[in-house]
């Protein structure tokens, strides 16, 4: 009974357990918002994504520089994309602060 209990608290706890499925249509629903909001869209690819929590922290990475309006971050295809006011920032910063985060960022064209 013990270990059964042991192994439910640790699949329960444990975030690679998270639906894939899930991720993706969390990330469809964020771009569509980027994709809504007024502003300059870019897009990026990100590589050394393995996880929903390295999305979670690029795109609060990115909500933080001033400028930045949206951003949405898909750890399955490394997919990124943002709204900005061109006024406070640009495409150099973005890809400077996921640097800093420890990923590689290039700049690519945005799709709507």
């Known amino acids: 009974m013990r270990n059964l209990l042991l192994a439910l608290a640790l699949f ?9 499925m899930a991720d993706a249509a969390a990330y469809q629903t964020a771009r569509k918002e980027v994709t809504a909001t007024a502003g300059s869209h870019l897009a990026f690819k990100v590589e050394g994504l393995t996880c929903g929590d390295c999305s979670d ?21 490394g997919e990124t994309v943002v709204s900005i006011d061109e006024s406070k920032t640009n495409a150099d910063a973005l890809v400077k602060a996921i640097a800093d985060l420890g990923y590689t960022a290039a700049k690519t064209t945005f799709k709507s």
Do not use: R
């Open 12 to 20: 329960v706890s444990v975030d690679a357990y998270a639906c894939p």
């Open 57 to 77: 922290k690029v795109t609060a990475a990115l909500k933080g520089i001033e400028g930045v309006k949206a951003a949405a971050v898909d750890y399955q295809t």
